[in-house]
T-cell receptor
Framework: RKEVEQDPGPFNVPEGATVAFNCTYS??????FFWYRQDCRKEPKLLMS???SGNEDGRFTAQLNRASQYISLLIRDSKLSDSATYLC???????????FGKGTSLLVTP | SQTIHQWPATLVQPVGSPLSLECTVE??????LYWYRQAAGRGLQLLFY??????ISSEVPQNLSASRPQDRQFILSSKKLLLSDSGFYLC????????????FGPGTRLTVT
């Protein structure tokens, strides 16, 4: 079983739509969780950390379910600029390394 | 906040040639430093990490090596490149205080021919 699994997509949605991405992870000892955004041929950039109680940052909402080892990202009112690959990330056993999913591709169309 | 510099941005090297990629960090002291590789169609793979000068941990055995000669300098090297070394090499850092949040440099895109 892969450490972090994501639906690769692509998700094609119109502007203004709401879209949700899901992610599962295998290491029940993982302590920290993140969503990163990666534009084509660019470095990943931290979008938001994910907290147990769930957290929101503007149009973005992240949820964590430790029992199911499941993380989600909800994007409301999608913008063209949201088009990117979204990477689900969890900490590994080593405590230093991060395990990255392969990413979910989002294309927002006019 | 920290800034990560990487060079070169792109590189085309023949099989069997040596490699040296450099990463420098500004705006923070004593960071934890990381080298990742992203091959085409694959996720990020951690290659090395360092918690201090001269301290290197390898996550994946291969023909690459890393060194940290200064607090904010991290170097990735190879004596002889393989075709399979092609990929997008990313340097990252964290401050060790922000729950493992890592920040990435702009990366080096390496093509081995």
């Amino acid at each position: 079983r892969k450490e972090v699994e994501q639906d690769p997509g692509p998700f094609n949605v119109p502007e203004g739509a709401t879209v949700a991405f899901n992610c599962t992870y295998s290491n029940s000892a993982s302590q920290s969780f993140f969503w990163y955004r990666q534009d084509c041929r660019k470095e990943p950039k931290l979008l938001m950390s994910v907290y147990s109680s769930g957290n929101e940052d503007g149009r973005f909402t992240a949820q964590l379910n430790r029992a199911s080892q499941y993380i989600s990202l909800l994007i409301r009112d999608s913008k063209l600029s949201d088009s990117a690959t979204y990477l689900c990330v969890v900490t590994s056993n080593s405590g230093y390394a991060l395990n990255f999913g392969k990413g979910t591709s989002l294309l927002v169309t006019p | 906040s920290q800034t990560i510099h990487q060079w070169p941005a792109t590189l085309v090297q023949p099989v069997g040639s040596p490699l040296s990629l450099e990463c420098t960090v500004e705006g923070t002291s004593n960071p934890n430093l990381y080298w990742y590789r992203q091959a085409a169609g694959r996720g990020l793979q951690l290659l090395f990490y360092s918690v201090g000068i001269g301290q290197i941990s390898s996550e994946v055995p291969q023909n690459l090596s890393a060194s940290r000669p200064q607090d904010r300098q991290f170097i990735l090297s190879s004596k002889k490149l393989l075709l399979s070394d092609s990929g997008f090499y990313l340097c990252a850092c964290d401050t060790g205080t922000s729950a493992y949040e890592q920040y990435f440099g702009p990366g080096t895109r390496l093509t081995v021919t």
